[in-house]
């Protein structure tokens, strides 16, 4: 019985990845994702742009802080996310300025990493969520540069690995919480 509830509920979650790649050049990855979640485009950006759910979506992320605004438009977050590969475990520790915005029916969220407050001497993302009928098109591209060693023959390799991982539990993350969040707010 406990068996097929747990299938009946991984059912129910059934974000899809279309793309994703993942890429390493002159000290820099890059990732692009392409996922349909199978829930409604309102539900996936109320959870994914209250930046207090991040731990909720993805439990890699052990911390979210807010920060004073640096300018008006821009929200400023501090967070800490753990990742391990194996036994090696290490903190990457990000201030981010981001800046929300609509663009007609596409909800857009850029991020760009303040080197001096975190672990990354450079960072930028860029998230797009977008109606596909009664699901939400989301589209993310990000691209950083450690600030650590990175051991020269299996880091890269270990470093896709992690981000292919995370993309893939942030986008079922924000697809849990927006069903969670359209149950509640239905009558």
């Known amino acids: ?13 059934a974000e899809s990845v279309e793309q994703l790649d993942v890429g390493h050049a002159d000290g820099r990855y890059s990732i692009e994702l392409q996922a349909t979640l199978n829930a409604p485009l309102d539900d996936a950006y109320a959870v994914f742009s209250d930046f207090n759910n991040l731990p909720k979506i993805n ?16 929200e400023r977050w501090r967070t800490n996310v753990r990742v391990c590969i194996s036994f ?15 663009d007609g ?7 760009d990493v303040i080197p001096s407050m975190s672990n990354l001497r450079y960072g930028t ?6 109606s596909c009928g009664s699901q939400t098109c989301l589209h993310f591209a990000a691209t950083l540069e450690p600030d650590f060693w990175v051991p ?4 890269p390799w270990v ?20 069903l969670a969040h359209h149950d509640t707010a239905s009558p």
């Not at 019985?1 to 979650?13: H, I, K, N």
């Not at 029916?105 to 991020?111: D, I, N």
């Not at 993302?125 to 977008?130: N, V």
């Open 1 to 13: 019985m406990a068996l097929l509830l747990g299938l009946m509920a991984a059912a129910a979650y």
């Open 59 to 74: 439990d890699a992320i052990e911390s979210v802080e807010a920060l004073p605004e640096p300018t008006d438009g821009l």
């Open 88 to 102: 090696f475990c290490t903190h990457l520790k990000q201030v981010q300025d981001v800046r929300k915005w609509r």
């Open 105 to 111: 029916a596409v909800y857009q969220l850029s991020a």
């Open 125 to 130: 993302a860029q998230w797009q969520l977008s």
């Open 152 to 155: 020269p023959l299996i880091g």
């Open 159 to 178: 470093i896709e690995r992690v981000m292919r991982r995370q993309a893939h539990s942030t986008a079922a993350g924000i697809e849990r919480l927006a």
